[in-house]
């Protein structure tokens, strides 16, 4: 017993002196190995710069809550003047805090809409919050869906960049609604590509 006691008293030492010394370990590692965060930011906004010769839109404020949304998007109306297309605008709450509409025609089968996106430079997928709605009525006249709040989440920088918005349907009598987080079925169908100027939500 005294040995074990012995042991422990050990181990709880080492810990205490470990702690005592980590601010110092960490002086001297970054001492060594010094870190320019100045020069890597610069580099890291020279990778994700927005290219003067790509056509771009940006998103009109429209304010929305996200205590405000409901969990069925609803068919807002019926809107004869567009086709197939989709908008994305600011809420006007925060960086990263989007919403859409959809206007949809020739739907003849149930599904699910859904929004993807890529950063546009690198096309590295965005992470976006759960933002799929599902249709379930038939028409041939083109009808607007929404509005769809969703977040596009970041970690890499807190200003503009370009994203690549990309609107799929996936046919099928299916209540999942966390599309974005699997492969898409074989027979999920890319409606549209659009280019937004976004920022990100750092989480």
């Known amino acids: 017993m005294n040995n074990i006691g012995e042991k422990i008293v050990n181990v709880m030492v080492i810990i205490i002196i470990v702690l005592l010394l980590s601010p110092f370990l960490f002086f001297v590692i970054w001492k060594i190995f010094p870190v320019d965060w100045e020069k890597s930011y610069?580099?890291?906004?020279?990778?994700?710069?927005?290219?003067?010769?790509?056509?771009?839109?940006?998103?009109?404020?429209e304010y929305y809550s996200y205590y405000?949304?409901?969990?069925?998007?609803?068919?807002?109306?019926d809107d004869f003047e567009k086709t197939i297309d989709f908008e994305i605008f600011e809420c006007g709450?925060?960086?990263g805090f989007y919403h859409y509409y959809?206007?949809?025609n020739n739907i003849n089968e149930a599904g699910v809409i859904y929004l993807k996106?890529?950063?546009?430079?690198?096309?590295n997928?965005?992470?976006?919050?759960?933002?799929a709605f599902f249709i379930d009525t038939y028409h041939f006249e083109t009808k607007k869906y929404g509005p769809v709040f969703f977040v596009n989440y970041t970690d890499f920088i807190s200003e503009y960049y370009l994203a690549k918005f990309e609107l799929w349907f996936s046919p099928g009598n299916t209540d999942d609604l966390k599309l974005?987080?699997?492969p898409e079925y074989k027979y999920d169908q890319k409606i549209l590509i659009k280019v937004y100027?976004?920022?990100g939500f750092i989480d």
């Open 42 to 61: 610069i580099k890291l906004r020279e990778k994700y710069r927005i290219m003067e010769n790509v056509i771009y839109l940006e998103p009109n404020i």
């Open 68 to 77: 405000d949304r409901n969990n069925d998007v609803i068919l807002v109306n």
């Open 93 to 95: 709450i925060g960086d």
């Open 102 to 104: 959809v206007w949809l």
């Open 117 to 123: 996106a890529f950063e546009y430079n690198t096309n």
């Open 125 to 131: 997928p965005l992470r976006l919050s759960p933002n």
């Open 180 to 182: 974005m987080y699997r």
């Open 197 to 199: 100027k976004v920022k």
